[in-house]
């Protein structure tokens, strides 16, 4: 974890959370996803005629790679649906550090040492252990279909971190998998949407059309850094590092959706704060 990687998974981390924000302010859901689908797809068309062609060996991580980042858009679309932001973030995000901490070890035999195992644990038990708190239905009791949701989002955001984890690898090239990636992946919900509103699609994309595309453009730049880094460091501490969006999530909930931000989430700030120091803690 050199600072350049560190940085640059930093700078991952504010531009995930702020197209996230994008997405969620965006009512319909479809309509803010197949602009982002879409758009991150156009980049990528126009990006693969000038970098390298990924190798033979990355395709079907690729492949297995796209099937799961549409699964992973229909579950942060349901998710954004039925809870506040700052609370569906946060759970979503928290999640995946753990279960790709598990799954390197099983299948990319990367596993970590004490500090980071204690700062990947540290920064996720408190993150997400906060973000439960609050989240309540009718009742008082846990409105628990917002619950699974975010949980099922982030063990989706760790399963396709593992597999791109191991196909940048194989592909020679970073910037030849994500563009192939963003191509793959970003036809699938507009051609749904295509499917379902067909004449009334066009009309209802049009005047949030540079608000999607903003938000394209900075989801391809927060997963790009990230494949980067995915090639110079090990997957656990990078997915942890990343989930720093978590903070940044926070604060944007609070100042742009007026969402409340009380102690639990001050404390779920200074949990990651802890985890992200004894992760990147090297001796």
Not at 38 to 45: H, N, P, R, S, V
Not at 197 to 205: I, K, Y
Request: with cysteine; glycine share 12%; net charge positive.
């Amino acid at each position: 974890m050199t600072p350049l990687v560190v940085a640059a998974v930093l700078i991952a981390a504010f531009t995930h959370a702020s197209w996230n924000a994008i997405a969620h302010h965006i009512k319909d859901q479809l309509v803010s996803f197949t602009l982002i689908s879409g758009g991150g797809a156009l980049i990528g068309l126009l990006a693969a005629g000038f970098v390298p062609f990924p190798a033979a060996e990355a395709w079907p991580y690729l492949t297995l790679s796209a099937a799961l980042h549409v699964g992973y858009m229909v579950l942060l679309m349901r998710s954004f649906s039925l809870g506040d932001f700052g609370q569906m973030y946060p759970i979503a995000r928290g999640t995946a550090p753990l279960a790709v901490t598990v799954l390197a070890a099983i299948f990319v035999d990367e596993w970590p040492g004490g500090w980071q195992l204690a700062g990947v644990a540290v920064a996720c038990a408190g993150l997400v252990g906060v973000a439960l708190w609050g989240i309540k239905g009718a009742g008082g009791r846990p409105h628990w279909p917002a619950l699974v949701a975010a949980l099922a989002t982030g063990l989706s955001i760790a399963a396709y971190t593992v597999v791109d984890g191991m196909g940048v690898r194989a592909s020679g090239s970073s910037l030849g998998y994500i563009a192939w990636l963003m191509i793959l992946e970003g036809l699938a919900i507009p051609a749904y949407a295509f499917y379902r509103r067909r004449a009334v699609l066009l009309p209802q994309l049009r005047p949030l059309a540079v608000r999607g595309l903003i938000g394209a453009a900075l989801s391809v730049t927060a997963y790009g850094l990230v494949l980067w880094a995915q090639t110079r460091a090990p997957l656990a501490p990078i997915a942890a590092l990343r989930e720093s969006s978590i903070i940044v999530g926070a604060a944007i909930g609070a100042l742009f959706f007026k969402e409340r931000f009380g102690a639990p989430r001050i404390a779920a700030a200074g949990l990651m704060v802890v985890g992200i120091g004894l992760m990147l803690h090297t001796s």
